[in-house]
């Protein structure tokens, strides 16, 4: 079980309210966000624990996730971002336009866990850079000093995806600034050939579900299915998309993609 930073524990409540919800044993879910459409962002993320911006797969820019952010700062649904690549411009676009969380696709190895959790905090703990985007102006407000409360606050998931991936899963669990470990639940089917139903995909599930807890982390799963009915789920925690918190629904839309997509990976 994780436990709150001294620090944090001095300051009460974190402002990031999804990891929050997870360090006090809780699920969390999110809304997905694929296309620039401000209203939508708005309504949706009023409903959930956090927001995942997509930038794997979706043509969003960084110019559009801002001005998303900005225009509802500090809503119920804590901005996250699942990331293109792990490289340090892209973790500090993110960080700087005010994500309190990185998503990463495709961990195979501990190196590429630490290159995300490297540049995801400011030092002494990690190697984020000073910039001058709207992050401190959302989360620095009420007297809060950003910089000296977001290393507490931000939140560094990693997603385990291929056979690679949970052959290493404790060696990355357990790699300083990580914070969650998910299935990339789809791709891991893909990439090892099992169905989401087959023993040894399931055992994959239990394998890494382990490293995780073992390595003192929390573990979770992009597809929400995995929140309840099944063996690991009491552990599962942390999960694209799934039940809002209010029962509201998203308003149907044509397609695939939209701000509330119930698409799962």
Not at 41 to 66: G, P, V
Not at 195 to 224: C, E
Not at 231 to 243: E, L
Request: proline share 6%; with cysteine.
């Amino acid at each position: 079980m994780l436990t709150l930073p001294a620090s944090a524990q001095e300051r009460g409540k974190l402002y990031n309210t999804a990891k929050q919800k997870l360090l006090d044993g809780k699920q969390v879910f999110s809304h997905t966000v694929s296309r620039f459409d401000p209203e939508a962002y708005c309504e949706a993320a009023k409903h959930y624990d956090f927001t995942w911006f997509e930038m794997q797969h979706s043509t969003l820019i960084w110019r559009d996730i801002e001005q998303m952010i900005a225009a509802c700062p500090r809503s119920n649904a804590i901005p996250m971002v699942r990331m293109p690549d792990e490289q340090e411009s892209s973790i500090q676009h993110a960080t700087d336009i005010g994500a309190l969380g990185i998503i990463m696709p495709t961990v195979d190895t501990p190196e590429k866990a630490r290159q995300t959790a490297l540049y995801s905090r400011y030092p002494p703990v990690a190697r984020r850079s000073m910039g001058a985007g709207q992050a401190a102006s959302i989360w620095g407000v009420n007297g809060i000093n950003y910089r000296q409360t977001v290393n507490d606050n931000m939140l560094v998931v990693v997603m385990i995806e291929t056979p690679v991936g949970v052959a290493n899963a404790y060696d990355i669990a357990r790699t300083p600034g990580i914070d969650v470990v998910i299935f990339g639940n789809n791709d891991l089917s893909s990439f090892s050939g099992f169905s989401q139903d087959d023993p040894r995909y399931q055992q994959m599930l239990v394998d890494v579900r382990d490293a995780t807890l073992k390595a003192g982390k929390i573990f979770g799963n992009a597809n929400a299915g995995f929140a309840k009915g099944n063996p690991i789920s009491k552990d599962s925690r942390f999960h694209q998309n799934g039940p809002s918190n209010d029962g509201w629904q998203p308003p149907a839309r044509g397609g695939r993609g939209g701000a509330a997509a119930a698409t799962k990976k």
